[in-house]
Every structure is written in structure tokens, then in C-alpha cells.
T-cell receptor
Framework: EPEVTQTPSHQVTQMGQEVILRCVPI?????FYWYRQILGQKVEFLVS????????KSEIFDDQFSVERPDGSNFTLKIRSTKLEDSAMYFC????????????FGDGTRLSIL | QKEVEQDPGPLSVPEGAIVSLNCTYS??????FMWYRQYSRKGPELLMY????GNKEDGRFTAQVDKSSKYISLFIRDSQPSDSATYLC?????????????FGKGTTLSVSS
């Protein structure tokens, strides 16, 4: 069964450094998403992306965040200058098009900011 | 006011029991309702999604939506130890792709053999 894959599974970064989280969505999906889950809290929406543009973003997705589809298979989330509070699980998801299509999630990248 | 509320549990049941998991929500504009299962150190795995009020069945799982009460449920029949996981409800405001999902906090279920 097709799946969303995310790399790396765990990323450790010094505060203030830039980090890029990578995702390979399901191949025929056209909508891509990033969510995060701080330990012990809810899964929270960050951003959705379609046709090389942001479709929707939350208040969390401020200027330190950016997303990109650098090629036909990858989807990335960049955090420009990481803060301690950016430590969380980051989940990528993708969905098809044509009416409502549910979102399918990867297994996440655990980001630890030191 | 929290948008989606879900009792975190933990909920412990013996193998074979019927499990009922529930979420309430405050925003009557939610249109799509989903249940995800999340095993430890894994991402949310879609179990079921539904649009209208009523029941939807898939194997041992039944999803129920009551829009008038703003209440959704997931029933698991003949529960198995492999069902031990955290169950997340999620909701969408719009009937289109690209829309944010709003999640509950999740209920942790433990099924003992």
C-alpha cells in the first residue's frame, strides 16, 4: 500500500540553526500538509500546499517556516532559526483531489532543539 | 473554548470487549469527521471518515456522527490486543482538499489478552 515517507526519523539541532524536514508524499496525491505534535499535546495543523502554492496556513506557521516542493517527489519544511519550543514531532500528510479526499500521514520526524 | 474535546483515558478493556470512543466539538460548521489510530512512535493511520450524521461500518469498526449533539463516536467490536493504541478524532471545516484537520487530544486504549 502506498505510504508517505519522512526523513530523518530524528533530527537534533542547536537552537538558532536552520533545519529542513523532508517528505515523499504518496505518488498520485496533489495536496500536501505539515502538522506538528508537541509532546503530550494535540496534533496541530501548520500548512497545506497545492500546485506550488500555500493553500492554507495556521497562526503557528510564521515567517520562520517555509515549505517547498523542490522536485516531483519531495516536499520539505524549513525552519529558519530554530527555537527550543520548536521541539516536536512533525508529520507530513498528503491527499488526493476530486471531492473530499482524506489525509494520509507519514510516521513523522522527531525534532529536538538543544 | 476548546474546539474538539476527547477524553484522554487511558481506557483498559479485556480482549473481546466492545469499545466506545467519543469526541465532542463546539463548532457546528465542521463537515467531515475522521478517526485515526496512532501506535507508539508512528504517524496517525486513517481508520474511517464520514460526512453525514448516522453510522458507517467497516469490519469491526463503526463510526457514528450526531451533528445535532455535536458528538462523534467510534465503536470497536471484538477488541484485540493489536487494537491497543491512541485513537484520534479529527474534523474538517470545509468540503474540499487542502483543508486543515482539527484534532482531539486522543484516547489511549489498552486491550489485554
Amino acid at each position: 500500500e502506498p505510504e508517505v515517507t519522512q526523513t530523518p526519523s530524528h533530527q537534533v539541532t542547536q537552537m538558532g540553526q536552520e533545519v529542513i524536514l523532508r517528505c515523499v508524499p504518496i505518488s498520485n496525491h496533489l495536496y500536501f500538509y505539515w502538522y506538528r505534535q508537541i509532546l503530550g499535546q494535540k496534533v496541530e495543523f501548520l500548512v497545506s500546499f497545492y500546485n506550488n502554492e500555500i493553500s492554507e496556513k495556521s497562526e503557528i506557521f510564521d515567517d520562520q517556516f517555509s515549505v517547498e516542493r523542490p522536485d516531483g517527489s519531495n516536499f520539505t519544511l524549513k525552519i529558519r532559526s530554530t527555537k527550543l519550543e520548536d521541539s516536536a514531532m512533525y508529520f507530513c500528510a498528503s491527499s488526493g483531489h476530486g471531492g473530499y479526499q482524506p489525509q494520509h500521514f507519514g510516521d513523522g520526524t522527531r525534532l529536538s532543539i538543544l | 473554548q476548546k474546539e474538539v474535546e476527547q477524553d484522554p483515558g487511558p481506557l483498559s478493556v479485556p480482549e473481546g470487549a466492545i469499545v466506545s470512543l467519543n469526541c465532542t466539538y463546539s463548532n457546528s460548521a465542521f463537515q467531515y469527521f475522521m478517526w485515526y489510530r496512532q501506535y507508539s512512535r508512528k504517524g496517525p493511520e486513517l481508520l474511517m471518515y464520514t460526512y453525514s450524521s448516522g453510522n458507517k461500518e467497516d469490519g469491526r469498526f463503526t463510526a457514528q456522527v450526531d451533528k445535532s449533539s455535536k458528538y462523534i463516536s467510534l465503536f470497536i467490536r471484538d477488541s484485540q490486543p493489536s487494537d491497543s493504541a491512541t485513537y484520534l478524532c479529527a474534523m474538517s471545516l470545509k468540503n474540499q482538499a487542502g483543508t486543515a484537520l482539527i484534532f482531539g487530544k486522543g484516547t489511549t486504549l489498552s486491550v489485554s489478552s
